[in-house]
């Protein structure tokens, strides 16, 4: 018995040596470090092993710790196999430098220009190239709302206009309940900012705005009207909201001590945790209307320049993995964001996911999120501005100048 | 080589690999970093020459401003404040009262916590809800609100509070110090005088204690320059950007919004009072030793 143990050890160690030496071996960074999440990066590394590879795990919690290494690493000429950053123009200068390895074999082969909803190509395709394999993608501002909280106020159907939410956050309110539960830190405000302009604004002042940074429609009157309706909202939002995390704001509404959260598809991971479903404990609205815009985000991975022949085929294999709707399948379903592939089988996903594959299939309505058109430089101006108008009694009409002057530059 | 010359040359050999380090450390450092804030760096330093441009942009920024302004009335409070409680703790410590030991030990503790872990403490006993605000309205003081840490107006005086708190042990300590070294005799004779003794610590134990005094302001004021982690740990610059100060701002266009131009620019301003504040200090020496 012992002796059988201590020969099937010594094969295994043999093997995983053989199987170190054989197949291509890539180093990945990433900041998938949150329970769901690291359970979603485990199918991609599954699949890589499955494949023949190697797969050294580098998670760093935080992405911009994670994203601050990764360029270190790159600039100090120790770069990782491939690492992870959002759809976003958050990898731009790196590709300006020439430091990414394209990946134009595999885009081709799998006809990215078909299947990839068009805000996802805008950013990983530069000057002819694409630079990043996507994996995933996030819908940043649902509606998600609390069934119970909605009976108690006496609230029958959806919203479908923001006079409508306005008007259901007043029946919340009136009924002792928190409105809004929102969490009071930037990043949120610039979301809950981002869900007004494409709803009350549109489609074509929100892309204005935030990707052709057009000075004369900041200073329009819709533009107004879509700031004032934002700091409307601040009336609905309890006094402890300064500083509160997104997920002790969703508990808020899981709990049935708040109506309405705006937030990202992330937060249904919470709903699910607690144990609700959607549809019966909990709604998702995925905008106020039928073609209201789909604001999209998620994650790449990219892949840094490179000569050493086994990385590069370390680097290919994993950017064909990525690629396979089976593995954007098991890792999105996860992660609580859906697959990059327009062609990818949804038919065993939540209600809330197969609505939002419906309506990204559409080309009229998804559109980037402000940090796939803005440097995040220009996003991180907007965003001060935003938190400070959200925050103060500035007048609206020097947040508008304000707005204007940030993204001028 | 006579032994008395290179008895001469012996000291500045252990001087130079200091030397080197400070100079192509700080001076190069500081000279490469006024180089690239005349330059369109983003995420990676460039060549490429703007002029002033990021400092326009730099003072054309609100929360830049905002900053400098909650920096001033923040190092004005935070000083003085260190340096008075400071004093007064050694003062009562320099009475002889029973356990000085213990006393000592407990003020000193808070300096040997991180302003992390100390930011991260009065953040949780300044949450309204929580901490002091219901730990005193469960004593039945039911209108009580301590709301400051989210409060537009003074959510900078909460990191005053909790950096004064953390401060304050080793200003005593190094008073205590400055007390200790005072002759005894200088007290013997103000009390044949029958002065009071606040009036001899005011009038001449202070003065005496001068060159500690400059040192505890140095240290004060390096702290105020710094002012980081504190913030971060406590506010993170909010509620909304109520309570962001210059050093953020840095970190965060360096790091997190890939613009090391915009970053090195404010670097640069925010070096300039700290060379105003040397620059009399090293004249006055200068003045000191020619003399």
């Known amino acids: ?409 | 080589m006579t032994i008395r010359s290179r008895s001469r040359v012996t000291p500045y050999a252990a001087l130079l690999p200091m030397a080197v380090v400070a100079s192509l450390g700080y001076l190069g450092a500081g000279l490469w970093t006024f180089y690239i804030s005349l330059t369109g760096s983003r995420t990676f330093p460039s060549g490429h020459f703007i002029g002033l441009a990021q400092y326009h942009r730099l003072f054309d920024n609100e929360r830049w401003m905002l900053s400098l302004h909650n920096l001033a009335a923040y190092g004005a409070l935070f000083v003085l404040a260190s340096l008075a409680i400071g004093f007064l703790l050694a003062v009562f410590i320099d009475q002889h009262v029973k356990g000085e030991g213990v006393f000592r030990t407990i003020f000193l503790y808070p300096y040997a916590m991180s302003f992390v872990a100390t930011g991260l403490v009065w953040q949780w006993l300044l949450t309204p809800g929580d901490g002091l605000d219901g730990a005193i309205r469960a004593l039945g003081f039911e209108h009580f609100r301590l709301d400051w840490i989210v409060s537009q107006d003074h959510a900078i005086y909460t990191v005053v509070i909790a950096t004064v708190w953390q401060a304050s042990g080793l200003v005593m300590a190094l008073m205590l110090a400055g007390l200790r070294g005072v002759d005894p005799e200088i007290w013997k004779a103000a009390r044949l005088d029958g002065i009071p003794a606040w009036r001899v610590y005011a009038q001449i134990i202070l003065p005496m204690l001068w060159p500690t005094v400059a040192t505890v302001l140095l240290l004060l004021a390096t702290a105020v320059a710094k002012l980081y982690d504190a913030v971060v740990a406590m506010t993170q610059g909010g509620p909304g950007i109520a309570s962001e100060v210059p050093a953020k701002f840095i970190m965060d266009h360096l790091f997190l919004r890939s613009n090391v131009g915009l970053a090195s620019a404010g670097a640069i301003v925010l070096l300039v009072p700290v060379l105003a504040l040397l620059a009399p200090y090293a004249y006055a020496r200068s003045r000191k030793e020619a003399a």
Request: proline share 5%; aromatic share 8%; hydrophobic share 45%.
């Open chain 1, 1 to 409: 018995m012992y002796g059988t143990r201590r020969w099937l050890l010594g094969a295994w160690l043999c093997a995983s040596a053989v199987a170190a030496h054989a197949g291509p071996r890539a180093e990945v960074i990433h900041w998938w470090t949150s329970g769901g999440e690291s359970a979603a990066v485990k199918q991609v590394e599954q699949a890589y092993r499955a494949a023949g590879g190697t797969w050294v795990d580098s998670a760093i919690a935080g992405g911009d710790q994670s994203r601050a290494v990764t360029i270190n690493r790159i600039i100090g000429g120790n770069p990782p196999t491939a690492a992870q950053f959002n759809t976003s123009k958050q990898f731009l200068d790196i590709i300006e430098e020439d430091l990414l390895n394209p990946v134009d074999d595999i885009a081709r082969r799998d006809h990215w220009d078909q299947v990839l909803p068009a805000p996802i190509i805008d950013v990983i395709k530069v000057r002819g190239h694409w630079y990043a394999v996507p994996m995933n993608i996030h819908m940043q501002t649902w509606i998600w709302y609390s069934k119970s909280a909605f009976a108690k106020a006496g609230i029958a159907r959806e919203p479908a206009s923001m006079d409508e939410l306005f008007a259901d956050l007043d029946k919340l309110k009136a009924a002792g309940l928190i409105p809004l539960a929102h969490g009071g830190q930037a990043w949120q405000e610039i979301l809950l900012f981002s869900m007004v302009l494409s709803n009350v604004g549109g489609r074509d002042l929100y892309l204005k705005v935030i990707r052709d940074r057009d000075q004369g429609a900041i200073r329009s009157d819709s533009f107004r009207k879509v700031l004032v309706a934002y700091k409307r909202l601040q009336a609905y939002v309890d006094p402890a909201s300064p500083g509160r995390n997104w997920n002790d704001a969703t508990a808020l509404v899981i709990s049935g001590k708040a109506g309405v959260q705006i937030m990202g598809d992330w937060a249904k991971g919470e709903f699910i945790a607690a144990g609700q479903s959607p549809g019966r404990q909990f709604g998702c609205l995925p905008g106020l209307g039928a073609d209201s815009p789909y604001l999209i985000q998620g994650d790449v991975f990219v892949f840094p320049k490179t000569d050493d022949p086994a990385a590069l085929r370390a680097q290919k294999l994993l950017a064909d993995v990525v690629d396979r709707s089976a593995v954007q399948l098991a890792f999105n379903k996860l992660k609580g964001s859906i697959p990059v592939r327009l062609d990818a089988d949804d038919s065993r996903f939540d209600a809330c996911a197969r609505k939002g594959m419906a309506i990204l299939r559409d080309p009229q309505r998804p559109v980037g999120v402000a940090e796939v058109y803005l440097t995040p430089d220009q996003n991180g101006a907007l965003q001060d501005v935003l938190t400070a108008f959200w925050n103060t009694n500035m007048p609206v009409e020097r947040a508008q100048n304000s707005i204007a002057s940030a993204l001028r530059y």
